[in-house]
């Protein structure tokens, strides 16, 4: 376990201006999904076995489809909170609730537990499953600590036991997790200080090493990077909460493609199999058809 503060940018950190790059960058705009809104949409995953969009809304612990067509259903409800929906290769979910890790049916049903909650006062953000479906998640504050006292985020790692090992420490909002496209190098974002971190992965043993800090976004303004979508050919997806935009960015640390979206509040990125790309903000779900 590190705090992230130990995190250091060195001479192959990408720095991008987010505001100059907007600037510069033509957008493509997103529409908003009729009937697919939300309190705190997230983490949009295509499922093309089921040709089914999953996500969810964070407040209202809701789990929901999206089919093709645009319709869109719950699938899970529960009490609390969900901070994601992982499909799974068995065809299930894995979900990040209130009551811990939960193993659910593509329907939602049969609920079977997988690992602990996380403590009073603590809730899991966003998750993310390597290629052998280990799963990682970000812990966050349900109250943001008062000015002064320390971040108390953090990103854990479920362990062959089943048990919770904490990776990082002291992050303010542990956010987008992804995996490249040969399970070789994990990503982390940490909204708070802009970062998005990097470390090699043993996808044999789902450990992680040499973390550094990949991107740091800066520019004058009242937003952070959240959700990420790792694509196979090496460019990267960062959603930007407060800018309105989801940014997909070269493996030269280039912008080629801004999505805009009509709430402020954009938090993450799923690409179909047929090139639509889906973005989710706290108002709900928006598409925009393939764009070049």
Known sequence: MR?????????LTKRVDLPAVLATTTQVPAEPVPGATAELGEHPVWVPTQAVLIW???????????????LTEELFGGAGT???????????????????ALSVASDGSDPQPLAAAPPPGMRFNDAGLDAA?????????????????????????LDDAGQWQVEFAEMGCPNGIAWSADG????????????????????????????RVAWWFVGAGDWVPDGLEW?????LWVAFWGLGVAV??????????????????????GTGT???????????????????
């Not at 705090?3 to 001479?11: A, C, K, N, V």
């Not at 612990?61 to 645009?70: E, W």
């Not at 047929?274 to 070049?292: C, E, F, K, Y």
Request: aromatic content about 4%; charged content about 20%; overall charge negative.
């Open 3 to 11: 705090p992230w503060s130990q995190l250091r940018p060195d001479e």
């Open 56 to 70: 969810v809304d964070i407040d209202t612990g809701r789990v929901l489809q999206t089919a093709a067509s645009g």
């Open 82 to 100: 969900v901070g994601a929906a992982l499909p799974t290769s068995t065809g299930r979910l894995t979900l990040l609730t209130s009551e811990g």
């Open 133 to 157: 479906g280990r799963l990682w998640a970000g812990v966050l504050p349900i109250e943001d600590p008062a000015p002064g006292e320390p971040p108390t985020g953090q990103l854990w790692r």
């Open 184 to 211: 070789r190098t994990v990503l982390c974002c940490e909204s708070d200080t802009r970062q998005i971190a990097a470390a090699d992965y043993d996808p044999n043993t789902g450990r992680a090493s040499n973390w």
């Open 231 to 235: 694509l196979p050919d090496g460019r």
């Open 248 to 269: 997909r960015l070269t493996t030269a640390g280039q912008a080629d493609l801004v999505i805009g979206t009509r709430d402020l509040r954009t938090t993450s990125v």
């Open 274 to 292: 047929d090139g639509r790309i889906w973005v989710t903000t706290a108002a709900g779900l928006s598409v925009v058809a393939a764009p070049s």
